[in-house]
């Protein structure tokens, strides 16, 4: 549990202290037809519905965006809150190949969420207030740096 605080409050300073500006983020154009296809997309309405890596994503994504107010959830309570607030995964393929899920929820009327490679469970952009700011993670010490151009 020790080593999940860690990692939860790093991410969270990364976010705060080392995002890129919007305008550079590639993540931008999630929705451009030319550049994503849509693979799926799921509205949560439990953990089951979900491989154990989304799962995570999810508990992840909850944390990120509660933990600097509400402290750390449990998987149970962030379920329940992604859940109530129109919790969605969605997987997206670049025009390159590489895959990205979105993990997005509507704790209020706006979107907030985390961008992750498939393949990994760290985050590449961060949705907040319905906009995609890439998440530079060389900031912080002990979490591996990531560049958006890397990722493609």
């Not at 750390?72 to 025009?95: C, N, T």
């Not at 979107?111 to 998440?135: H, K, M, N, W």
């Amino acid at each position: 549990m020790f080593q999940k605080k860690t990692w939860i409050l790093g991410l969270f300073l990364a976010s705060s202290a080392g995002a890129q500006a919007a305008e550079d983020c590639l993540f931008e154009s999630i929705e451009d037809t030319r550049q994503f296809t849509q693979v799926s997309s799921v509205q949560v309405k439990n953990e089951y519905q979900l491989s154990d890596h989304e799962a995570q994503l999810v508990v992840d994504t909850v944390n990120w965006n509660v933990s600097s107010y509400s402290g750390i959830l449990s998987k149970e309570e962030a379920f329940m809150s992604f859940a109530q607030e129109e919790g969605y995964v969605k997987k997206y393929r670049y025009k390159s190949g590489r895959e990205f899920y979105t993990v997005f929820y509507y704790p209020g009327d706006n979107q907030y969420g985390l961008i992750f490679p498939a393949d990994s469970s760290l985050p590449a952009a961060e949705i907040r207030d319905g906009d995609i700011t890439c998440v530079d993670l060389s900031s912080s010490g002990d979490i591996a740096s990531q560049s958006a151009e890397r990722l493609f």
